[in-house]
């Protein structure tokens, strides 16, 4: 079964930088797009950045310009970068895979906090 482990959250000051983690395993299809979401307490949940192999990757307008996401071509990891980080990016951040070439299944990670204040 596939299973996503999650890791980088916590407190940033604002204006400073954190990199969040999301390994995939158990993975038997090769048409794979990974991301991050994200939901704040009575907010929707919402797309922060998706990639997949040899593709460009999709960064949502509220982290364009400082914010980067990458997946390794080793096996399903992907990082994603966030630069100058503001009090409204507070949120939980979820891993979120999807798989099949109509993207027939999707799976989440457990959702690690990103708290961003003084």
């Known amino acids: 079964q596939v299973q996503l482990v999650e890791s980088g959250g916590g407190l940033v000051q604002p204006g400073g930088s954190l990199s969040l983690s999301c390994t995939a395993s158990?993975?038997?299809?090769?048409?794979?797009?990974m991301g991050w979401y994200r939901q704040a307490p009575g907010k929707q949940r919402e797309l922060v950045a998706s990639?997949?192999?040899?593709?460009?990757?999709t960064l949502s307008d509220f982290v364009k310009g400082r914010a980067s996401i990458s997946i390794s071509d080793a096996k399903y990891m992907v990082l994603l970068q966030i630069h100058d980080l503001k009090p409204e990016d507070t949120a939980v951040y979820y891993c979120?895979?999807?798989?099949?070439?109509?993207?027939?299944?999707?799976?989440w990670g457990q959702g690690t906090q990103v708290t961003v204040s003084s």
């Open positions: 979120n895979v999807k798989l099949g070439y109509q993207m027939s299944y999707e799976y």
């Open positions: 158990g993975i038997m299809n090769n048409n794979v797009v």
């Open positions: 990639i997949k192999r040899r593709a460009p990757a």
